[in-house]
């Protein structure tokens, strides 16, 4: 994870590393019940995740990335960026942890995750530091807001 470029001092940008550290330490949790054969624990923490998941990515797409996807350099890492929110989203959707094959690939969603996460962290947020206006963190920051009242 990136910590030389200053993005991180961007309230914004805290908010999404705090809800990208929840998300991670949810699905953590749920590899280790698991693994421990914990089936409906690992459920009820995958749900949490999904959960949180659905709303951070709400505002990440609402705000942030709707403001980056203007610029013609970053919409297609966007758009990447959301394709693997679908993914995630209709993977945990259609989660069935009963299933030893689901186990599997929920733990490789896991560590895809961890993938992803990194994508933003590294790449998107530095590069929103260099490349929005005030007017366009304003409107990232208000789409979060409006996620999260």
């Given at each position: 994870?990136?910590?030389?470029?200053?993005?991180?001092?961007?309230?914004?940008?805290?908010?999404?590393?705090?809800?990208?550290?929840?998300?991670?330490?949810?699905?953590?949790?749920?590899?280790?019940?698991?693994?421990?054969?914990?089936?409906?624990?690992?459920?009820?923490?995958?749900?949490?995740?999904?959960?949180?998941?659905?709303?951070?990515?709400?505002?990440?797409?609402?705000?942030?990335?709707?403001?980056?996807?203007?610029?013609?350099?970053?919409?297609?890492?966007?758009?990447?960026?959301?394709?693997?929110?679908?993914?995630?989203?209709?993977?945990?959707?259609?989660?069935d942890?009963?299933?030893?094959?689901?186990?599997?690939?929920?733990?490789?969603?896991?560590?895809?995750?961890?993938?992803?996460?990194?994508?933003e962290?590294?790449?998107?947020f530095?590069?929103?530091?260099?490349?929005?206006t005030?007017?366009?963190?304003?409107?990232?920051?208000?789409?979060?807001?409006?996620?999260?009242?």
């Amino acid at each position: 994870m990136c910590h030389y470029c200053g993005c991180r001092e961007i309230p914004l940008i805290k908010e999404f590393i705090a809800e990208h550290e929840s998300v991670t330490d949810l699905a953590g949790k749920a590899v280790r019940s698991l693994e421990q054969g914990e089936h409906a624990e690992a459920g009820r923490l995958a749900a949490r995740m999904a959960e949180e998941l659905r709303a951070h990515w709400d505002g990440e797409e609402r705000g942030l990335f709707r403001v980056m996807a203007t610029d013609p350099e970053y919409a297609g890492y966007v758009e990447a960026l959301v394709a693997e929110h679908r993914e995630l989203a209709a993977f945990l959707e259609r989660l069935d942890l009963g299933s030893a094959s689901q186990r599997a690939e929920f733990v490789a969603a896991a560590e895809e995750l961890h993938h992803h996460i990194a994508k933003e962290e590294d790449g998107l947020f530095p590069a929103a530091l260099t490349a929005l206006t005030g007017d366009q963190w304003d409107a990232a920051m208000a789409a979060w807001r409006s996620v999260h009242p």
